[in-house]
């Protein structure tokens, strides 16, 4: 049996366009890891769908993007 259900949880309203998702535990926490092709970031959420913030120890420490949906830093190349 194939899955055919979407439920959209997250409607951003700032222009965001996603193209990926992947999810990870972190210390038996789960996080939704969502690309965001527009603001160039990556956006991560909690299991309850709503916005988290990784500490810094889970992030690069060298870039910055303070905004509630993305971990205190940037991923970089």
């Given amino acids: 049996m194939t899955a055919t259900l ?3 949880v997250v409607k951003t309203t700032d222009g965001s ?3 990926g998702l992947t999810s990870a535990f972190i210390n038996g926490k789960s996080y939704l890891y969502a690309a965001n092709f527009t603001k160039g970031r990556v956006d991560i959420y909690d299991n309850a769908f ?3 913030k990784l500490s810094i120890d889970h992030s690069d420490r060298n870039a910055g993007d303070d905004d509630d949906r993305s971990s205190e830093n940037s991923f970089v190349r």
């Fill in 17 to 19: 366009s996603y193209t």
């Fill in 50 to 52: 709503q916005p988290a």
């Fill in 6 to 8: 979407a439920v959209i």
